[in-house]
């Protein structure tokens, strides 16, 4: 299995990483294609539209493997995405 590496999606997982929504590149990967599938299969958490970030929040820690989300790590991960 291979993909085209560019360096916009380059610069996403990197963001990603930085970010501490994921720990590496297979993570990234991971959570992107576990949110892929529950979307056009709409398989997402019960009763989800996919309209908030809290709902994609659930999704993604059901993803797994994750490191834990805690306060502080949220604040951070918002807060970049406020910028």
Do not use: C, W
């Amino acid at each position: 299995m291979g993909y085209t590496k560019t360096d916009h999606y380059d610069g996403i997982i990197r963001r990603h990483i930085r970010s501490g929504r994921a720990s590496n590149k297979t993570e990234v990967v991971h959570q992107a294609l576990s949110l892929l599938d529950a979307v056009t299969r709409n398989r997402g958490p019960v009763g989800s539209s996919f309209a908030n970030a809290d709902e994609l929040e659930a999704l993604l820690l059901e993803a797994g493997p994750a490191r834990p989300m805690t306060a502080a790590r949220k604040a951070r991960i918002y807060g970049d995405l406020k910028s």
